[in-house]
Every structure is written in structure tokens, then in C-alpha cells.
């Protein structure tokens, strides 16, 4: 069953942006719709970031072992926990890999890119085939730029947490713009990076072997995994003020998986703060992700 008219069918009455691809890695079948515009990762970028960290684990430069001191600085606003811990704490890098990626922990990824260093993912992301991927801004740089501040030097937490206080974040600005000189990519590319990820290509087998039990960890699961058995996906999520994201594999046999990633881009205008006209949106479009699984789980068959 040919499937870009019932995925594009989906999307069509919300009025947002989206690209997506999905790709049967036996057979190579995909389905491409809008699948090389460039979109903000939000937290998707993570999964470049966890991909730069194995690697240089492997050239030798720390060990997922070593422990990294949490301190005032790396405090981050958004998701996660680790913002609400004392300074002071010191997991290892692959706990860190493991907050940053299953409940998108913005503080454990800020202490990952600053170790890792955000050009030498974009670098990796070139190595591997990846033109789309850009991991140009930090997610520190990119909260201040959205909410109007300079994104140098960087704000303290109170400061982050002041600047978005009763206001939304600007559309127009740097943070949302579809372009190399954001943090951005292709869902094309996604998927890619996903499908390396699988096959053992992204790194070395063992070190990919990893990073899909984390991703197969995941906890946030409420997008295209929704509708599917819980150990069938692994996943990353993406969420920023209109962008609502997410990419990664499913799993409906041995010889039987898809990559998959979807980028959308919401324009909506909605009230400040947590309001119900944002969570009754959220929830949309969150469902017709969540039913775009469904179909792939379902009508997806190469033949």
C-alpha cells in the first residue's frame, strides 16, 4: 500500500510543516514527503551528540566510565531533572548519554557538548554522509537567541529562567530558522543516522549496539511510538515552542525494522505559558504522530 497520500493526510488538516522519512532497511522501500527541508532538531539533536560521544570514546579520549562534575554553569533550563539537583554530582559519561537521550535531560546534553564540542559532531555528521545535519548552536545559545538575549556569554540559569518568564519565544529569530546556521536537519538525514545507528555503521558495532539500548530505554514515548509495543521502538524526541519532533527505529521482527524521523514546524499562535489552547494543540498533533506509527506498524510492507 503506497503510503505518502495517508501519511501527507494526516498532517494536512493541522495546517503545519513537516518533513518525513521512513525507511524498511531490508528492502530499502522508503517514504520521503518534504524529506530534505531543513527543520530545528530540538532535542533530536541529541542523538548526533550521543553518536560523537561514543566515537571519541573510542579514539581514547575518555572512557563512558569517567565521571563529569555538575556544576553551576552547566545548569540548564527545559526538560530534564538534572536542573533541579545540587551542583556537585558526578556521573559518568554514559549516564549522562542515558539522561540526555530517554528523558532529554538539557542539562546532562550541555555537559556532553561542551566535552565533546559541538563542531566535531557537525564533523562526524559530514564522516558518516550526513549533509543536513548541523549542529551549529547549543542548546543554551539557542534558548537566549529565542527568547531574545545575546547567546554570548552564556546566561546563568536565573538569567535563562528570567529571560523566558511571560513571553514567548520569537519565531523570527535564529533558534526557528531553517538553515545550516541554526541547529538543524533533514528528516532524510535522521532517518539515515538512525539506520547507522542500526547497522552497526554510525560507529563501531559495539558502540552502536549501545546506543540502541539507550534509545530502546527511551521514556518519552508519546509521538509515533504511542500505538506500538513498548519494546518495538526506540526513539528520540523533540520539543521546542512549535516544533514538535521525533526520530528513530521500529522493530517488527529480527529482519524487519524501520527508521524512521518526523520534523514539523508549527506556526500557531498560542497564549503564553502553559495554557490549555497549547496543551489541547500539543495533544493534535502528538496523536496524529502517534497514528502516522500506527500506519507504519501496520501498512508499511515492502513488496
Known amino acids: 500500500m503506497p503510503l505518502h497520500a495517508p ?6 488538516p493541522l495546517g503545519i510543516e513537516f518533513g518525513f522519512t521512513a525507511i524498511h532497511l531490508a528492502t530499502g522501500q522508503r517514504i520521503d514527503i518534504n524529506a530534505h527541508a531543513l527543520f530545528p532538531t530540538a532535542s533530536v539533536v541529541k542523538v548526533p ?12 579520549r575518555f572512557a563512558l ?8 554553569r552547566n545548569r540548564t533550563i527545559g526538560s530534564g531533572v538534572m536542573k533541579q539537583m545540587a551542583a556537585g554530582l558526578s556521573p559518568t559519561i554514559r549516564d549522562l548519554v542515558m539522561l540526555m537521550t530517554i528523558i532529554s ?12 564540542g559541538a563542531e566535531n559532531v557537525t564533523a562526524t555528521m559530514r564522516a558518516l ?15 537566549a537567541i529565542g527568547y531574545g538575549q545575546p547567546p554570548s556569554p552564556r546566561l546563568t540559569f536565573a538569567q535563562m529562567q528570567a529571560a523566558s518568564a511571560g513571553q514567548n519565544m520569537d519565531y523570527d529569530s535564529l533558534a526557528f530558522q531553517a538553515s545550516p546556521a541554526n541547529t538543524t536537519s533533514s528528516a532524510a538525514d535522521m532517518a539515515k543516522l538512525m539506520r547507522l545507528i542500526e547497522t552497526g555503521r554510525a560507529a563501531s558495532p559495539a558502540s552502536c549496539a549501545d546506543m540502541l539500548e539507550v534509545l530502546f530505554a527511551q521514556q518519552l514515548k508519546d509521538r509515533v511510538p504511542r500505538f506500538l509495543p513498548t519494546e518495538a521502538v526506540g526513539n528520540k524526541t523533540g520539543t521546542f515552542r512549535g516544533v514538535r519532533n521525533d526520530a528513530g527505529l521500529i522493530r517488527r521482527g529480527p529482519s524487519d525494522v524501520i527508521a ?23 495533544a493534535v498533533v502528538n496523536t496524529a504522530m502517534a497514528e502516522l506509527g500506527a500506519l507504519l506498524w501496520n501498512d508499511f510492507r515492502p513488496g
Open 65 to 72: 566510565t569517567d565521571r563529569l562534575a555538575f556544576t553551576e
Open 49 to 60: 551528540v550521543m553518536v560523537e560521544v561514543y566515537r571519541q570514546a573510542e579514539q581514547g
Open 7 to 12: 501519511v501527507a493526510q494526516l498532517f494536512a
Open 105 to 116: 535531560d538539557n542539562t546532562a546534553t550541555e555537559m556532553l557538548v561542551e566535552l565533546v
Open 129 to 143: 554522509g550526513l549533509a543536513d545535519i548541523h549542529v551549529t548552536l547549543n542548546l543554551a545559545e539557542l534558548f
Open 260 to 282: 524512521f524521523a518526523l520534523f514539523s514546524f508549527d506556526r500557531l499562535a498560542l497564549p503564553v505559558g502553559n495554557s490549555r489552547q497549547l496543551a489541547e494543540r500539543n
